[in-house]
């Protein structure tokens, strides 16, 4: 169907703290080219539509992070999100992240995100002088880091995450957990005692049951649940 | 006073000890399954006999402490998650502590009588 256009329903939260008593859902289409494969590229064509629509957008190609809604019930990156993983004729459910603050929309408030991402110092900590030219590691020793690094901080994990959803003060979440364990795991990182000292805490680490909805969405296909299980294991190895 | 403190700096010997309770207690339900596929509670004398065994007192007793532990931990959690205001959360905590206690101290009492 080369560049046949066809009508795709949504179903949008809508919420203007300035204007509505309420939240609201509303009913719109849109029509879209065959080259709108993207739930990004409809929102696009939504927002030229109706230009109250808020969302927050950026690279559009699943690395900024910006994105993050609740699609259809599961949090994910509407650029991402295929066109055509959506069953037909039923309208697209778009909600802001479940959890957080609206400010209006799609839009969440992120402060507590990422005042708990920042509560795990996500940065290297080494004491020692910087060494001409840069601190190495083995390739085992990096390989550690596969499957950590890679985290956009979108939120999908954490605002899908009950244990946060009640306690976003106090838990730090799996967003901050798999950051915590990036630099627990990085063998240039000297404080490996004091962050686990500081997640060991019946709150900070182990608000976690281990329900892994953290894995089920993440867009990036990380799975901070076995980041979780490391940090626990390498607590008790330092323990007994 | 209304800060925010986090770092009781507990939860690890919990979290490890809820998960050596849960294999305990997976265990002894396989051990029961067992004896009672070999006919253990075939009739009253027979259970009877087969609980006064001094092996199954053992481990029926660590069955019970295993159970209150974990039971511990996990109504704990429920708290913590639901229950925000310090002094309701503490007062649960001993109620369910002092329940706890209290089965675990009558079940022994119910399983070493035999």
């Known amino acids: 169907m080369p560049n046949a256009t066809h009508t795709v329903r949504f179903k949008i939260y809508r919420y203007d703290p300035d204007q509505d008593a309420k939240p609201y859902m509303q009913d719109i289409s849109v029509e879209l080219d065959s080259t709108d494969r993207k739930l990004l590229d409809a929102m696009v064509k939504l927002k030229a539509q ?10 559009r190609e699943g690395v900024c992070g910006s994105d993050a809604m609740n699609i259809n019930g599961k949090n994910g990156l509407a650029c991402l999100t295929a066109m055509d993983s959506f069953p037909p004729g039923k309208p697209i459910v778009l909600r ?25 110092k996500p940065y290297l900590i080494n004491n020692d002088p910087p060494p001409e030219r840069e601190r190495l590691q083995s390739p085992e020793d990096r390989e550690e880091l596969n499957g950590l690094y890679e985290c956009i901080l979108c939120a999908c ?12 003060d106090k838990f730090v979440g799996p967003a901050g957990l798999l950051a915590a364990y990036r630099f627990i795991a990085d063998t240039r990182d000297q404080a490996t005692g ?9 709150y900070r680490l182990f608000r976690c049951h281990t329900i892994m909805n953290c894995v089920d969405v ?14 626990k294991e390498m607590m008790v190895r330092r323990a007994v | 006073m209304k800060r925010l403190v986090v770092g009781a700096h507990y939860g690890l010997m919990d979290w490890l000890a809820q998960r050596i309770t849960g294999i305990v207690m997976a265990a002894y339900t396989l051990l029961m399954f067992a004896a009672m596929l070999g006919g253990a509670a075939a009739s009253r004398q027979a259970w009877h006999d087969f609980m006064a065994n001094g092996f199954i007192r053992f481990v029926s007793f ?43 101290g009558w079940a022994v009492q119910i399983l070493w009588r035999l």
């Open chain 1, 157 to 168: 994990c954490s605002t899908a995450c009950p244990s946060f959803w009640w306690n976003p």
């Open chain 1, 218 to 231: 993440c867009p990036k296909g990380l799975n901070p649940t076995k980041a979780i299980g490391k940090i």
């Open chain 1, 96 to 120: 802001p992240l479940p959890g957080l603050p609206v400010i209006r929309d799609l839009i969440v408030d992120m402060t507590q995100f990422f005042k708990q991402y920042n509560s795990i």
């Open chain 2, 62 to 104: 660590l069955f019970i402490l295993s159970l209150c532990y974990h039971a511990w931990v996990g109504v704990r959690d429920i708290w913590m998650d639901y229950v925000q205001p310090a002094a309701i959360r503490v007062t649960l905590h001993v109620l369910t502590l002092l329940a706890l206690t209290g089965y675990a």
């Open chain 1, 194 to 202: 004091e962050r686990l000292d500081d997640l060991d805490d019946p």
């Open chain 1, 50 to 59: 109706d230009d109250s629509i808020s969302f927050r957008r950026s690279c």
